[in-house]
């Protein structure tokens, strides 16, 4: 299932991915915001 995914950074602010996807990596301190229910997230890492 994908989601809608925004990640923005703690530093700038700046948006750095906002798209719809099942999986996303991160490269520094993000925030990241996911429009999914939280029962729906099989795992975090």
Do not use: Y
């Not at 948006?15 to 996807?21: G, I, P, Q, R």
């Not at 099942?22 to 029962?39: C, D, F, H, T, Y």
């Amino acid at each position: 299932m994908a989601a809608n995914i925004l990640v923005v950074s703690k530093n700038t602010a700046d948006t750095l991915l906002n798209t719809v996807s099942n999986r996303i990596s991160l490269n520094e301190p993000s925030i990241v915001q996911m429009g999914v229910n939280r029962a729906d997230v099989a795992k975090m890492e």
